[in-house]
């Protein structure tokens, strides 16, 4: 389920803090290698227009270039993760523990399942996508 309403949302230590004016993705649970290094476990995100997401606050934002075809955007200060874009696109995944709540977010599904770590179990009945299904990634109105 998609909101019009403005998010908002930041890191840890509140050197970054963004809004998002227009709907964001539902939450698409992310089991790839990369995501897992970076938080400690799989990422659940959601996502928006990159028109949409204004960044306040930035006292500590950097990016970390993790393939040739992404980066990731985190807080220099606490470490928190924060975005995932990919080079070319023109929308930003953004770190759904990472919005203020309400979030009035649901998730929608897991990608990359090929890649969990063999400590967990996907069992909550939601699609599971081999990869990144590009259905799995619409924003509401694209």
Not at 62 to 69: A, E, N, V
Not at 97 to 114: C, M, W, Y
């Amino acid at each position: 389920m998609s909101t019009e309403q403005t998010a908002s949302g930041g890191c840890l230590c509140g050197a970054v803090q963004y809004t998002v004016g227009g709907p964001l993705r539902p939450v698409l649970y992310c089991h790839c290698d990369q995501c897992r290094k970076t938080s400690g476990h799989f990422v659940a995100a959601t996502a928006c227009d990159s028109e949409n997401l204004h960044v306040g606050v930035d006292n500590g934002l950097r990016w970390y270039r993790s393939s040739p075809m992404a980066e990731r955007g985190f807080c220099s200060s606490c470490g928190s993760s924060l975005f995932w874009r990919a080079a070319g696109e023109d929308y930003i995944c953004i770190m759904a523990g990472t919005v203020d709540r309400p979030t009035n977010l649901q998730a929608s599904g897991h990608i990359f399942v090929e890649n969990a770590s063999d400590y967990y179990r996907i069992s909550d009945n939601l699609p599971q996508y081999e990869g990144a299904d590009p259905k799995a990634w619409a924003i509401e109105g694209d």
